[in-house]
């Protein structure tokens, strides 16, 4: 028992303890929201709200210092209700003056102090007018003021700097600094490392400081050889910069007498460390001043006045300059426990350098409306002409029907029939029921076979004037590789053909096509699609001047609806949508020539093929990054040729067809123009050219042709299109037919 309550009480110390411990530290979770991208004309202050994404943060209690940085052109707030100042911020040197400075046009930083809610109410009104640049980068920072309203926040490396007016030497504030602790981060006499942070220093303060600078053997941690001297090895001596030599004096340059300090004994024993080449000093300094023993001039300061502003200078350690910087963060092991830094990106439509067409999604999902256009064309020509082929192929029309003879009686009553006893006659030659030689099913098969029936088809061309259906569907898979300057297109599309023809003369066919065709695009990887309807309408005809050579032709005119989904590449969060037409005219001539070979047919021919695509104009929906595309046009022409051989072997109810195709395509497809304009700002056209991707491709295909004596045709096979450029397309097609 005594045990357990051992075990208990240790575990409510335990507990107490640490609510204790983590009640005393402040705990946020705040986030600052902004849009990560704007693009548009800025030659004016645009709100960065009209991106579609508000600044604000959340998250937050207490007093809070925001700060927003340009890297280029203007930034202001038009709002300041109920915030105040941020001393070092739009000219303030306080913290409790209304903040309508930071309503001016000409501000590349502003700073202020307020409420969340208020904070929010100030940032919705947060604008950007640029300077003729793009690639403009505002940062928005977010931290609690704290009890000392003489803290700055850097955005740019997330450290705190304190202005403390004192009117010690250098010592005094060195120890002072790195006495001093804010929001649990350890201070430091201020060390500076880049031009960035040197301009903000610059900007905050209006006096001389001391900043953690020194060749004094006493704080650097340079040990040079016995009797030799320190003099002119300047290091950051204070917080984690410390020991790091950004410095090497070796010769003295001001005055007439400069006095004679002896330079680091050899060039080696002064090294500046990798990262720390950064230095601001007054012209001619650090000097050793002469009016001052030689080398005592050992601990560095910054001006803040005058036209010296920002410059450094040395001077002896004992003397006093009025001020001190103390700087927070970077140390080791620590981290602020409140910050919050979100940064958006503009461009600047009416810079010089800017194209609308360097987001590498827009660039894809204009090559992947092109390339959609150009299947969709070749889609529609391919069953069609492959229907001719295998109408040649198969000579399954060669057939005649007693009907063409244009006797309209009903075969299967012999009482009807005058012609019935030669009927009779020719099928009671086999020992088999009547009726059932005169049934639906194979009536026709006998009269075909009749001598009058193969007399009218030899001495006067009377052919089959039967018309006759046929399908064919198919699915394609395919994708177009990434390349410089555009992202990786993957594709699925399935199709149907529906198509009805016959023969108009002796050596004619004829006939129309429908076709429909759903297409998925997928443009990288950020969501950006296509969605594609089409429709098409063919005429074809195949034409022969013997049994060896013929000419198939068609025409055509296709219908493609659109709808476009484009995430832009700088801003994810950003979709824009459109609906785009296009118009198409296609036309293609195929010249074949067949060689028969006991059960082998061997097939080879060459094509020409042309193809216009209108891209008809539209306007994305969205936001100010909303785009409005001009009409394109996009011609398709190609030259082929290939070779097909079938293998025909007999089967119980029909024959089985095997085969392979190879076929070479040359693509003399033109190059496309492509013209965009910002809907916010249509007097600035970008355009973009098209270009074909490949020169030449080879497409292999391998299927079987299945012909029933019940005139059903089916066919199924695989293709695979291989382009120069390793782009690839897959289809599995399944056709089907049967006459009526």
Not at 670 to 693: G, L, R
Request: charged content about 20%.
């Amino acid at each position: 028992m005594r045990f357990i309550l051992r075990k208990l009480a240790r575990c409510i110390y335990s507990f107490f303890f640490l609510t204790i411990f983590f009640s005393s530290k402040i705990v946020y979770s705040g986030e600052v929201t902004m849009p990560t991208s704007l693009t548009t004309d800025t030659t004016d202050f645009v709100l960065l709200s009209s991106s579609g994404v508000t600044p604000s943060i959340s998250g937050y209690s207490g007093t809070l210092l925001v700060s927003a940085v340009a890297s280029a052109g203007n930034i202001k707030i038009t709002n300041t209700t109920s915030i105040n100042s941020a001393k070092g911020y739009c000219g303030y040197d306080d913290n409790t003056s209304a903040p309508n400075q930071c309503t001016g046009d000409s501000l590349t930083e502003i700073g202020f102090r307020g409420t969340q809610a208020n904070i929010n109410n100030a940032l919705a009104t947060l604008s950007f007018k640029g300077d003729g640049s793009t690639g403009t980068t505002i940062t928005v920072s977010v931290t609690p003021a704290g009890d000392d309203e003489t803290v700055n926040y850097n955005s740019v490396n997330g450290h705190y700097y304190k202005l403390v007016s004192d009117n010690g030497n250098w010592a005094a504030a060195k120890t002072a600094a790195e006495a001093s602790t804010y929001e649990g981060l350890t201070g430091y006499l201020v060390t500076v490392t880049s031009e960035s942070e040197n301009n903000f220093l610059k900007s905050k303060i209006s006096t001389n400081t001391w900043i953690g600078a020194s060749d004094n053997s006493t704080y650097t941690t340079t040990s040079y050889s016995a009797g030799e001297p320190t003099e002119g090895t300047w290091q950051w001596v204070s917080g984690p910069e410390n020991g790091k030599t950004f410095h090497c004096q070796v010769e003295q340059l001001n005055g007439s007498t400069p006095p004679q300090i002896k330079a680091p004994a050899a060039s080696n024993e002064c090294s500046v460390a990798t990262g720390y080449s950064f230095i601001n000093w007054l012209n001619k300094e650090p000097n050793d001043h002469p009016g001052v023993g030689a080398g005592d001039e050992d601990c560095a300061h910054l001006y803040g006045t005058s036209s010296k502003a920002g410059k450094w200078n040395d001077l002896p350690c004992t003397n006093t300059v009025g001020a001190y910087i103390i700087e927070y963060g970077g140390t080791a092991g620590e981290s602020a426990t409140v910050s919050g830094l979100t940064t958006l990106s503009i461009n600047s439509t009416e810079s010089d350098d800017y194209n609308v067409f360097d987001d590498k999604e827009l660039v894809g999902i204009v090559e992947g409306q092109s390339e959609s256009a150009k299947r969709f064309i070749y889609s529609s020509t391919y069953p069609v002409l492959e229907r001719m082929e295998w109408h040649r192929t198969t000579k399954k029309n060669d057939n005649i029907k007693f009907q063409d003879l244009g006797i309209s009686l009903d075969m299967t009553s012999k009482g009807t029939y005058p012609y019935a006893k030669l009927l009779d006659a020719y099928l009671l030659k086999g020992d088999v029921d009547k009726e059932q030689k005169l049934s639906n099913k194979n009536i026709e098969k006998f009269v075909s076979e009749l001598p009058l029936s193969q007399y009218l088809k030899n001495e006067y061309g009377t052919f089959t004037q039967e018309w006759k259906v046929w399908s064919s569907g198919y699915f394609k898979k395919g994708k177009i590789k990434l390349k410089s300057g555009s992202v990786n297109q993957k594709f699925d599309s399935d199709a149907l053909t529906l198509g009805i023809d016959r023969i108009i003369k002796k050596n004619t066919l004829f006939g129309i096509a429908i076709r429909l065709q759903d297409e998925d695009t997928d443009v990288g990887q950020l969501g950006t699609k296509i969605k594609s309807n089409a429709k098409s309408a063919t005429l074809y005809s195949s034409w022969h001047n013997n049994k060896s050579t013929f000419i198939d032709g068609l025409v055509g005119y296709g219908y493609i609806e659109n709808d476009l989904t484009r995430i832009e590449e700088a801003n994810t969060s950003n979709t824009l949508t459109g609906n785009r037409d296009v118009k198409q005219y296609f036309a293609s001539i195929k010249l074949n020539k067949i060689f028969d070979k006991d059960n082998f047919t061997s097939l080879f021919y060459g094509r020409v093929d042309y193809g216009l695509s209108k891209l008809e104009s539209f306007s994305e929906s969205g936001n100010i990054q909303a785009l409005k595309f001009e009409e394109q046009k996009l011609k398709n022409r190609s030259i082929s040729i290939g070779a097909l051989t079938k293998y025909k072997k007999k089967i119980k109810k029909g024959y089985f067809l095997p085969y392979g195709r190879i076929e070479f395509f040359e693509n003399l497809t033109p190059n496309s123009e492509a013209q965009a304009s910002y809907i916010s700002d249509p007097n600035t056209k970008y355009n973009y050219t098209v270009k074909k991707n490949y020169l030449n491709s080879v497409k292999l295909e391998l299927g079987f042709e299945l012909n029933l004596i019940d005139s059903w045709y089916f066919s199924t096979s695989f293709r695979r299109l291989i382009k120069n450029n390793k782009d690839y397309e897959n289809e599995f097609a399944i056709k089907a037919s049967k006459p009526f």
